[in-house]
């Protein structure tokens, strides 16, 4: 059985550039959350999906976005990209929303420069 | 800044047990979790706890929550050089978990 799988593993962007960061979640997992996890400020929840609908967010500027497929797969968003955004994104996968279990991919090392 | 708290180092000697700390606030948390994280890497899973629960064990790992006070435990017995890494506390409140800063465990042979 694949665990999560986040891609691409880093990306490198400059200041301005948007980017978009995907998350394939494990098979039959129909929860999807987004992490923030910077030296600064630790782990942080950006948002988390569940049959294609946001059911939570975190406290982030509208700049951060995401987006679920019927087929569970998660995409997120940032646009106008910040020195700060520069961060390894973490993505959860459930089995639905509020599980015991939370499985987390590698993660996407994302650099803005 | 975190509502989850836990003490930033730890070092032990190899074979010796680790006890990793974390207090969290919300009394309404349904799961507790305790992550590993290596350098570079995501997050592995280790274990878990229902908030009804007191204790729980699995292998090397015992879990203690104290529900009244807030505090959940991790001890790893006869730890090892492989279980150096940092270890994240997490509650679960409704649809977000909430994490600890991370305690980063270093085990000395």
């Known amino acids: 059985k694949a665990g999560v799988t986040q891609t691409p593993r880093y990306l490198i962007k400059t200041r301005g550039q948007q980017v978009t960061l995907s998350c394939s979640p494990i098979s039959g997992h129909r929860s999807v959350s987004w992490y923030q996890q910077t030296p600064g400020q630790g782990l942080q929840f950006l948002f988390e999906y569940f049959s294609e609908t946001q059911r939570n967010k975190g406290n982030f500027p509208g700049r951060f976005s995401g987006r679920q497929f019927s087929n569970s797969r998660s995409e997120m968003n940032v646009s106008t990209l910040e020195l700060g955004d520069s961060a390894l994104y973490l993505c959860a996968s459930s089995l639905v929303t509020g599980s015991s279990e939370a499985f987390f991919g590698q993660g996407t090392r994302l650099t803005v420069v | 800044g975190e509502d989850v708290e836990q003490s930033l180092f730890l070092s032990v000697r190899e074979g010796d047990s680790s006890v990793i700390n974390c207090t969290y606030t919300?009394?309404?948390?349904?799961?507790l979790y305790w992550y590993k994280q290596e350098p570079g890497a995501g997050l592995q899973l280790l274990t878990y706890?229902?908030?009804?629960?007191d204790m729980k064990q699995d292998q090397r790992l015992t879990v203690l929550l104290n529900k009244k006070d807030k505090h959940l435990s991790l001890r790893i017995a006869d730890t090892q050089t492989g279980d150096s890494a940092i270890y994240f506390c997490a509650e679960r409140r409704n649809n977000d978990m909430r994490f600890g800063a991370g305690t980063r465990l270093t085990v000395k042979p």
């Open positions: 706890i229902f908030s009804n629960m």
């Open positions: 919300d009394s309404s948390s349904t799961y």
